[in-house]
């Protein structure tokens, strides 16, 4: 299978506890995104990598979250001291860059987060 | 702030065409219009992408006037399994805005 993929797929955490993610793209992508859902609402984006640098994170993004992607492949997303609030699904995606501003991302299955 | 406005839900029969408008009235020149699907606990799936005219690829049609500053959704024929949340974005400066979406229920 050479899609998108995700580790875990659901985590339940105590307040409190840092929680990590890993997010594997499709091998030949050199983007890749990070997004959070919650019930009812689109995704949410989070970050942006383009081969290994980090160049876009949002305003929204709390000094709690961090991402990183130390070779141009997977990607991790740390939450640290993780707030009821934190609960969500947490997307991946990446896609191929090409010429112009076209950009299709493939989406992994999300990693489902409950912190109680 | 959502770059794109779409109706929050509509309902449809099975056998029936399913139009989806999506106004996008600041989009900016570079930018690419793309929809993407979405089924519940689902990553969102990527249907269709243009610029301008028509565009129409096995699962849908993307009709896009001069202006850019709209376009439409067309799902042929639609089944219960095309229920799901629909969500149109520009690619480019709003790449990552996707709104609400627009949830579709197909009845039997």
């Known amino acids: 299978d050479t899609g998108v993929s995700q580790d875990p797929r659901h985590k339940i955490t105590k307040r409190g506890q840092n929680v990590t993610f890993r997010c594997d793209p499709i091998s030949e992508h050199n983007r890749l995104y990070w997004y959070r859902q919650t019930l009812g609402q689109g995704p949410e984006f989070l970050t942006y990598f383009q081969n290994e640098a980090q160049l876009e994170k949002s305003r929204l993004l709390s000094d709690r979250f961090s991402a990183e992607r130390p070779k141009g492949s997977f990607s991790t997303l740390e939450i640290q001291r993780t707030e009821q609030g934190d609960s969500a699904m947490y997307l991946c995606?990446?896609?191929?860059?090409?010429?112009?501003?076209?950009?299709?991302?493939?989406f992994g299955p999300g990693t489902r987060l409950t912190v109680t | 702030l959502a770059k794109t406005t779409q109706p929050i839900s509509m309902d449809s029969y099975e056998g029936q065409e399913v139009n989806i408008t999506c106004s996008h009235n600041?989009?900016?020149?570079?930018?690419?219009i793309t929809w993407y699907q979405q089924f519940p606990s689902q990553g969102p799936r990527f249907i269709i992408q243009?610029?301008?005219t028509k565009v129409t690829n096995e699962v849908a049609s993307l009709f896009i006037p001069a202006d850019r500053k709209s376009s439409t959704l067309s799902l042929p024929r639609v089944s219960l399994s095309d229920t799901a949340v629909y969500y149109c974005?520009?690619?480019?400066?709003?790449?990552?805005?996707f709104g609400t979406g627009t949830r579709l229920k197909v009845l039997a």
């Open positions: 600041n989009i900016a020149t570079n930018d690419y």
């Open positions: 243009g610029y301008k």
């Open positions: 995606a990446s896609s191929r860059a090409v010429g112009g501003e076209s950009d299709e991302q493939y």
């Open positions: 974005l520009g690619t480019g400066t709003y790449k990552y805005i």
